[in-house]
Structures are given as structure tokens and as C-alpha cells.
């Protein structure tokens, strides 16, 4: 099975300043890649899905951003935080076997982010 | 609109039986996944029903109904580990995930 690596798992961040967040998949080719957020007592809102290098689909406008520079690799960014990112945020891997979207999802360990 | 409904929280007690509903309404289907979550960790995948019937898998079984939209997690012989929030999620014609918030189960002693 595949292996979500996601760092950092922490963070604290004052308001206006930048984020990255990074992901990383072993044990898959070609996986689709997603972002979520999850805030407390509320179900997983998807931010971003990737089905291939460079190709990035944004599910809400916002001011993060996301990019897929390799096959494996997924990164979620942000030029100037605000408060309301503040979360719970996790990467997630499926496999393409089936050729479609879908599938079960592998997640990674999630990064918790305060913005102050 | 696409919607997802679990209960925000249920207890139990250690040994006991427990069953979390879902109900989805959702632009087509193409099946339904359960997910359990500790607090602070991610989700990790416990079931899938794309057909109509249960699906039993050691303590955990998973029910489908899919004219009536609705699902259920049944699990048996609780245990305390099992306190976590379970996620329910359907998919929809375009093969996205409609995600539930999730229900809260606490087992006590």
C-alpha cells in the first residue's frame, strides 16, 4: 500500500506571512494527489486534486495555491496567510488503476496550522 | 444541492453494540466509504459499498441502501481504542468525494 509522508506537522504562523506545506507518496505511480482542510467539528473541505504533473484543479477560490513540480510530490502554498486558514490540513493519495477518481484515499499525517 | 448527514456525536459502552447512519443525497452515485479518525490524526479507510447489502469485516460491517440513500457502520464487541470520529463519504457521477462531518463516537467503560 502507499505511504503519505507530510510535513510539517506543526506550525504556527502570524497573519501575512507565507506557507508550505509538503507532500510526498511512495508505494504508487501516477497517483491523483488532493488537499484538504478540515476544521474542527466539520467535515473535509477539498481545496486542490492533481491527476498529473503540473496539472492542478482548485475546488475553492482562495488565497492558497497549490503545485505538483513531480509525480509524487504535492505542495500547498500560500503567499500571505490569513486567520480563516487556520486548520487541520491533509494531503491525500489514490491510486489510478481503475483509471478513475474515486478510490480509496491514503492520507498523510496532517499539518496543523495556527494563524495568529 | 449535494448533502451528507451522520450524527454529531453518539456514546457507548465498552463491549456494546453501536450503529452510525448516514444518509447522502448526492447528483448520481458510485459508491460509499467509511473512514475512521483519531483526534489529531488522519483518516484511515475502513469500508466501501457500492452494492446494495452488508459488507462485514472482522467487528466492523458496512450496510448500503442505495434506493433509499442511506448507510450504516455497525461495530460490535466495542472496545475503547474505537473511540474516534467516523467519516462517511459518498461519491458522486463525476467520481468526487461529498464527505460527511463526521460522527463523534465515545465509548465508556
Known amino acids: 500500500s502507499q505511504t503519505i509522508h507530510q510535513w510539517p506537522a506543526t506550525l504556527v504562523q502570524p497573519v501575512g506571512s507565507p506557507l508550505s506545506l509538503e507532500c510526498t507518496v511512495e508505494g504508487t505511480s501516477n497517483p491523483n494527489l488532493y488537499w484538504y482542510r478540515q476544521a474542527a467539528g466539520r467535515g473535509l473541505q477539498l481545496l486542490f486534486y492533481?491527476?498529473?504533473?503540473?496539472?492542478i484543479s482548485s475546488e475553492v477560490p482562495q488565497n492558497l495555491s497549490a503545485s505538483r513540480p513531480q509525480d509524487r510530490q504535492f505542495i500547498l502554498s500560500s503567499k500571505k496567510l490569513l486567520l480563516s486558514d487556520s486548520g487541520f490540513y491533509l494531503c491525500a493519495s489514490e491510486d489510478t488503476v481503475r483509471g478513475a477518481r474515486g478510490g480509496e484515499l491514503f492520507f498523510g499525517e496532517g499539518s496543523r496550522l495556527t494563524v495568529l | 444541492g449535494q448533502n451528507i448527514d451522520q450524527p454529531t456525536e453518539m456514546t457507548a459502552t465498552e463491549g456494546a453494540i453501536v450503529q452510525i447512519n448516514c444518509t447522502y443525497q448526492?447528483?448520481?452515485?458510485?459508491?460509499l466509504f467509511w473512514y475512521q479518525q483519531h483526534a489529531g490524526e488522519a483518516p484511515t479507510f475502513l469500508s466501501y459499498n457500492v452494492l446494495d447489502g452488508l459488507e462485514e469485516k472482522g467487528r466492523f460491517s458496512s450496510f448500503l441502501s442505495r434506493s433509499k440513500g442511506y448507510s450504516y457502520l455497525l461495530l460490535k464487541e466495542l472496545q475503547m481504542k474505537d473511540s474516534a470520529s467516523y467519516l462517511c463519504?459518498?461519491?458522486?457521477?463525476?467520481?468526487?468525494?461529498?464527505w460527511g462531518a463526521g460522527t463523534k463516537l465515545i465509548i465508556k467503560p
Open positions: 492533481s491527476v498529473g504533473i503540473g496539472q
Open positions: 448526492t447528483s448520481g452515485f458510485n459508491g
Open positions: 463519504a459518498a461519491v458522486d457521477s463525476n467520481y468526487q468525494l461529498i
